[in-house]
T-cell receptor
């Protein structure tokens, strides 16, 4: 039931774009995206709820395809600060505070 | 500070010892979660509190793991008779509660890195 993230790792040059996917075999209610740097807390990026909405935050945006049970995170014009491991966390209950099941992560490295 | 605070940051214990990990959530956050994160893996759910009530403890790996939140604020995760496989980072997260519709972000602490020798 763990969501599957792809790719496992990606290396970019500063200014390039990247897409990270998160797929579930079970019907999703919400997808949470986090970025974690080594030895630090996961930092919340955004939540997407079922309904196929797309959200954006500066140069980072995400979509939720309910038909495919998949969410994608888009990073445009990447910056050095974007480096880290990106996790999607999924929930299947329509209640606030429900447990999240996380993927194994996508390690993103942005080089100058 | 306004964030989730966890202590200690690092804990080394000998196999068989008991340990207690503390989490101080964001003030006013009703929901509190504990996760376990192995090296190179995503966080794995352990247990969930809403105020002082432990609503879900299905992720606790064995009866050696026990969590409490007696006054609905600070929480403690206790591991008895520690084993080497308990070595991991233990993350605490809190979130506000806005009713049954929608989900709220979970805000994580820096975690406690537990090493069992």
């Amino acid at each position: 039931q763990q969501p599957v993230q792809s790719p496992q790792a990606v290396i970019l040059r500063e200014g390039e774009d990247a897409v990270i996917n998160c797929s579930s075999s079970k019907a999703l209610y919400s997808v949470h995206w986090y970025r974690q740097k080594h030895g630090e807390a996961p930092v919340f990026l955004m939540i997407l709820l079922k309904g196929g909405e797309q959200k954006g935050h500066e140069k980072i945006s995400a979509s939720f395809n309910e038909k495919k049970q998949q969410s994608s995170l888009y990073l445009t014009a990447s910056q050095l600060s974007y480096s880290g491991t990106y996790f999607c966390g999924t929930s299947w209950k329509e209640t606030s505070g429900s447990r999240l099941t996380f993927g194994e992560g996508t390690q993103l490295t942005v080089n100058p | 500070g306004a964030g989730v605070s966890q202590s200690p940051r690092y804990k080394v214990a000998k196999r068989g010892q008991d340990v207690a990990l503390r989490c101080d959530p964001i003030s006013g956050h009703v929901s509190l979660f504990w996760y376990q994160q192995a090296l190179g893996q995503g966080p794995e759910f352990l247990t969930y509190f809403q105020n002082e009530a432990q609503l879900d403890k299905s992720g606790l790996p064995s009866d050696r793991f026990f969590a409490e939140r007696p006054e609905g604020s600070v929480s403690t995760l206790k591991i008895q008779r520690t084993q080497q496989e308990d070595s991991a980072v233990y993350l605490c997260a809190s979130s506000s509660y806005r009713g049954p519709r929608g989900n709220q972000p979970q805000h994580f602490g820096d975690g406690t890195r537990l090493s069992i020798l």
